[in-house]
């Protein structure tokens, strides 16, 4: 029952934001921050279960694994970009944060022409001339 833990982390966090922050307002921002953080890092053990069982199942199915990995990083970087705007937009930096969701959109688009030039190539092939 790791939900209830994390949503109890989340609720006490809650409170004691709420409660510090009208009087320090940096504090409840470091708050939000750490106990952010504290989240990711509890779930990282998670992520890599996923990550194995999918290399598993790549490497069973004859898939590429540089496929794979890419396809990882570009989940990776969605939710670190995700991650990064709520911060910052839990700040009151809206401005920053979607620059920080632009960024991401970027690099996936960066990571993706490999994958998007082999399904171009494959469709090609099939097409007859």
């Known amino acids: 029952m790791e939900i209830i833990q994390l949503v109890g982390l989340g609720f006490v966090a809650t409170i004691l934001i709420l409660l510090i922050k009208e009087q320090k307002p940096i504090f409840a921002f470091a708050l939000t921050a750490v106990t952010g953080v504290i989240i990711f890092l509890f779930l990282i053990d998670k992520i890599a279960e ?13 898939i590429q694994l540089v496929y794979l990995k890419t396809i990882l990083q570009i989940i990776g970087i969605a939710y670190i970009a995700e991650f990064g705007a709520q911060i910052t937009r839990d700040a009151g930096q809206g401005a920053i944060a979607s620059k920080i969701e632009l960024a ?8 993706a022409i490999p994958i998007i030039t082999v399904i171009i190539e494959t469709v090609m092939k099939l097409i007859p001339a």
Do not use: C, R, Y
């Open 104 to 111: 991401g959109k970027i690099l996936i688009m960066v990571l």
């Open 50 to 62: 996923v990550i194995n069982v999918l290399e598993s199942l790549a490497t069973n199915g004859g």
